[in-house]
């Protein structure tokens, strides 16, 4: 699976926000994807599998538990591939800030 295929489910982006602030066991995460999504036990570790087998997540046993880290390496990957599209991002930016202005004055913020 494609790494945007990964990142393109908004389940699995939640979890890797998890495990960007620190490891969580399986149950932790299945606790707050189950509570803000809604899904089962089963829906959560299939989303964790596609993680495992895609490189973003490593999992080690601790006892009966599976503790979850992140594994940066396929973002790092993707930051490489974002590379050469970051010199549109500038321009873009600017013109934002140019039509937030623009209506601020209009509505006499300014």
């Excluded at 809604?38 to 964790?48: F, R, Y």
């Excluded at 591939?81 to 202005?101: G, N, Q």
């Amino acid at each position: 699976m494609h790494a945007f295929d990964v990142l393109g489910d908004p389940v699995r982006r939640r979890i890797l926000e998890l495990l960007a602030e620190r490891e969580h066991s399986s149950g932790e995460v299945v606790a707050v994807i189950s509570a803000e999504f809604g899904i089962s036990q089963a829906g959560v570790s299939q989303h964790l599998k596609v993680l495992r087998d895609a490189g973003f997540a490593q999992v080690r046993p601790e006892g009966t538990r599976r503790v979850y880290a992140l594994d940066a390496t396929p973002l790092r990957d993707l930051d490489d591939w974002l590379e050469r599209f970051r010199v549109f991002w500038p321009v873009r930016l600017d013109a934002l800030a140019t039509e937030i202005a623009r209506g601020k004055k209009a509505r006499g913020e300014l």
